[in-house]
């Protein structure tokens, strides 16, 4: 009786959906409140946010208080002699000081201040664009490693149904050979395939474990039982079918190339607030004091004095004119520079990787069509060669040698077909991601072929 690779395959399969199994979008929710790498986006995000405030901080009124209390000790007169002849040693007394100070001041003109807000504005805007860019990458990369379990999945699926089918070859070929009908290399062919294919089913359980441990990673909990793919995929071709299109799109709305365009803008405000270094700075201050000094003297009848100070308010502008600090601004001024063309090179880089990126998945995505139904047309090919195969061995035209091969064909085109499938659906979401477009509409689409 000869044994159907695809249906025991299929068999096989199957038997751990009979349990509920977790699909894209929980893996992706899981992610969403576990993913480390998302959560280190948003504190940096929000951590460079508070130089913005802190930058703004240097332009509004800067309000300070001193209040400060010191005494002095007062050295008395020589020591002398009374009538009886006794040393007496006079007493010694203290001078205290009290003074209290308040100062307002306000930048009125102060060019390098204002460029450097702007200059926190950009670089936040381009930590928000580097979040945004995480957040994308985070359907992706949840996407990958879900995908990525399912093809690993089915490849120990197809290995185990390799490996019962070779286990049986090589039970007809010992039968066979006890009759006297085949060789003893017949049978140690047989055995040789069947050892391989069991060293491939343990290399498929480790490789499937280690994907469920990818998977686990980003989402921080157990990856046991997924979803998968249903049997029939729309093969539908990206919208727009036009590259140039996409690549437009992903020039204009990559938020990778988005960031790099705000650090641009920040290296050129930062340019603005070193050549700034070279002009005058006005600023406002308001000060009021007001202090007390007092004696007192020693001993236990120590009489006070005191005298009270008057308070004392000072207002006036300040004008500072740089002149030379040593070259310092003017290297300030060339190194901002220097960090502006480096933020124009980077900005370059990413632009043409994203741009060879979106074309490299909009041309997979189109061949994907063409290669899902050539690999399933393949599996379908493979399957009946093996028969035939298996068939004419029984009858003596062929050799076991030719079962084994035929047999092979089979599980490696199973492998492909599992492999094509997924990266078809894979391909497309990575083409949306590298134009910007991605979101939880796309993993919505994505979740409703599982089964």
Same mark, same amino acid.
């Given at each position: 009786?000869?044994?159907?690779l695809?249906?025991?395959?299929l068999?096989?399969?199957?038997?751990?959906?009979?349990?509920?199994?977790?699909?894209?979008?929980?893996?992706?929710?899981?992610?969403?409140?576990?993913?480390?790498v998302?959560?280190?986006?948003?504190?940096?995000?929000?951590s460079v #946010?508070?130089?913005?405030?802190?930058s703004r901080?240097?332009?509004?009124?800067?309000?300070?208080?001193?209040?400060?209390? &010191?005494?002095?000790?007062i050295?008395?007169?020589?020591?002398s002699t009374?009538a009886?002849? &006794?040393?007496?040693?006079?007493?010694?007394?203290?001078?205290?000081?009290?003074?209290?100070n308040?100062?307002?001041?306000?930048?009125?003109l102060?060019?390098?201040?204002?460029?450097?807000?702007?200059?926190?504005?950009?670089?936040?805007?381009?930590q928000?664009?580097t979040?945004?860019?995480?957040?994308?990458?985070?359907?992706?990369?949840?996407?990958?490693?879900?995908?990525?379990?399912?093809t690993?999945?089915?490849?120990?699926?197809?290995?185990?149904?390799n490996?019962?089918?070779?286990?049986?070859?090589l039970?007809?070929?010992?039968?066979?050979?006890?009759? #006297?009908?085949?060789a003893?290399?017949?049978?140690?062919d047989?055995?040789?395939?069947?050892?391989?294919?069991?060293?491939?089913? +343990?290399t498929?359980?480790?490789?499937?474990?280690?994907?469920?441990?990818?998977l686990t990673q +980003?989402?921080?909990?157990?990856?046991?039982?997924?979803?998968?793919?249903?049997?029939?995929?729309?093969?539908?071709?990206?919208?727009?079918?036009?590259?140039?299109?996409?690549?437009?799109?992903?020039?204009?709305?990559?938020?990778?190339?988005?960031?790099s365009?705000?650090s641009?803008?920040s290296?050129?405000?930062?340019?603005?607030?070193a050549?700034? #270094?070279?002009?005058?700075?006005?600023?406002?201050?308001?000060?009021?004091g007001?202090?007390?000094?007092w004696n007192? &003297?020693?001993?236990?009848?120590?009489?006070?004095?005191?005298?009270?100070?008057r308070?004392?308010?000072?207002?006036?502008?300040?004008?500072?004119?740089p002149?030379?600090?040593?070259?310092?601004?003017?290297?300030?001024?060339?190194?901002?520079i220097?960090?502006?063309?480096?933020?124009?090179?980077?900005?370059?880089?990413?632009?043409?990787?994203?741009?060879?990126?979106?074309?490299?998945?909009?041309?997979?995505?189109?061949?994907?069509?063409?290669?899902?139904?050539?690999?399933?047309?393949?599996?379908?090919?493979?399957?009946?060669?093996?028969?035939?195969?298996?068939?004419?061995f029984?009858?003596?035209?062929?050799?076991?040698?030719?079962?084994?091969?035929?047999?092979? &064909?089979?599980?490696?085109?199973?492998?492909?077909?599992?492999?094509?499938?997924?990266?078809?659906?894979?391909?497309?979401?990575?083409?949306?991601?590298?134009?910007g477009?991605?979101?939880?509409?796309?993993?919505?689409?994505?979740?409703?072929?599982?089964?």
């Amino acid at each position: 009786m000869r044994l159907k690779l695809l249906t025991v395959a299929l068999a096989l399969a199957a038997s751990p959906m009979l349990v509920h199994a977790e699909d894209l979008l929980d893996a992706y929710r899981q992610a969403r409140a576990n993913d480390p790498v998302l959560s280190q986006a948003d504190s940096t995000r929000l951590s460079v #946010g508070e130089n913005v405030v802190q930058s703004r901080a240097l332009l509004l009124p800067q309000v300070s208080a001193q209040l400060s209390l &010191n005494q002095t000790q007062i050295a008395g007169p020589t020591p002398s002699t009374d009538a009886a002849g &006794n040393i007496v040693t006079p007493d010694t007394g203290n001078s205290r000081n009290r003074s209290l100070n308040a100062t307002v001041s306000q930048s009125v003109l102060d060019f390098s201040k204002y460029a450097n807000l702007k200059a926190a504005h950009s670089t936040a805007d381009a930590q928000t664009a580097t979040y945004e860019a995480a957040v994308q990458q985070l359907s992706t990369r949840v996407a990958t490693a879900y995908f990525n379990v399912l093809t690993n999945d089915d490849a120990l699926t197809f290995a185990k149904a390799n490996e019962q089918a070779l286990a049986r070859q090589l039970e007809q070929a010992q039968q066979r050979f006890d009759v #006297g009908l085949s060789a003893i290399t017949d049978v140690q062919d047989a055995k040789a395939q069947h050892d391989s294919a069991v060293a491939s089913v +343990i290399t498929a359980e480790n490789t499937l474990s280690d994907a469920r441990e990818a998977l686990t990673q +980003i989402t921080g909990k157990p990856a046991d039982n997924l979803k998968k793919l249903r049997e029939q995929l729309p093969m539908d071709a990206p919208a727009p079918n036009d590259a140039k299109a996409w690549v437009d799109q992903a020039v204009q709305h990559n938020p990778t190339i988005l960031a790099s365009q705000f650090s641009v803008e920040s290296a050129e405000h930062s340019i603005s607030a070193a050549r700034a #270094g070279h002009l005058p700075t006005i600023d406002a201050t308001a000060q009021y004091g007001k202090s007390s000094t007092w004696n007192e &003297n020693g001993g236990l009848s120590s009489v006070a004095r005191a005298s009270n100070g008057r308070g004392q308010t000072t207002v006036g502008l300040t004008l500072s004119v740089p002149i030379f600090s040593g070259g310092a601004t003017q290297s300030r001024v060339r190194q901002s520079i220097y960090d502006r063309d480096s933020a124009q090179d980077s900005l370059e880089s990413t632009r043409r990787q994203v741009v060879r990126n979106t074309l490299n998945y909009f041309r997979s995505v189109v061949a994907g069509i063409s290669k899902v139904e050539a690999t399933k047309a393949a599996v379908e090919s493979a399957e009946s060669a093996r028969d035939a195969t298996q068939a004419g061995f029984e009858v003596g035209t062929r050799t076991i040698v030719d079962v084994l091969i035929a047999q092979q &064909n089979l599980t490696q085109s199973l492998s492909n077909y599992s492999q094509a499938r997924h990266q078809f659906i894979l391909d497309k979401l990575l083409l949306k991601q590298n134009a910007g477009s991605v979101d939880i509409k796309d993993l919505e689409a994505i979740n409703s072929l599982l089964q």
